[in-house]
């Protein structure tokens, strides 16, 4: 019979199996670029992303206890974290790193907290959280006009004069052109993104 009080042994009907169940869950990045410039190219675009458990223990992304990654995209591309790494209610810090800074980063998707500055906070559930990132371009165009004025206008200005001009944006040549005008024309380049530097040289001036 079984002994009784204490040191004896515990009844079955008396055993109970307690079971922690971690799950996995996982997280995609995907980069979009809104803007109405038709010249240039942006991108690539850096992040940085970084879990940590509920129980406040940071996420290893690899064997070699990599807690932080670096990933790159290009425009319209996805990227997936690693699979089986981020727990479930696990709050993971994303932050775009890259020099394309745009007027307006929205970070948007699956249990997402946009903190205005390129950075988010995102806390997967158990369906994998989806996040896209979209950066917003203002864009503008390039004028150049011709005017000739004072007394010797009607004699001497009546001709076309040349001109040269220039756009870079990030290192890229958006405008190497040549061109003419008269006095009262212009002359409209672009669409280019906010921020292209333009040089216009008059190479004949009368």
Known sequence: APQEGPGGPVPAAQIATLTNDYQFTGLSITKQVDTEATEGEFGPFTF???CTSATGVPVAFDDEGTTELSFTLEAGETWTAPADRIP?????????TDEFFADQIVITGSNVVD???GTA????GVDPAEIEVTNGYDAGTLTVGKVVTGEGADLYGTGSFQFSAT???HGQTLLDEEFALRGGDTRTFGV???GTDCVVTEETTG
Do not use: K
């Open 115 to 117: 903190n205005g500055d």
């Open 167 to 169: 756009c870079t944006y």
């Open 121 to 124: 906070t995102i806390t997967p």
């Open 88 to 96: 479930v209610g696990a709050e993971c810090a994303l932050a775009e």
């Open 192 to 194: 280019f993104p906010a």
């Open 48 to 50: 940085t992303l970084s």
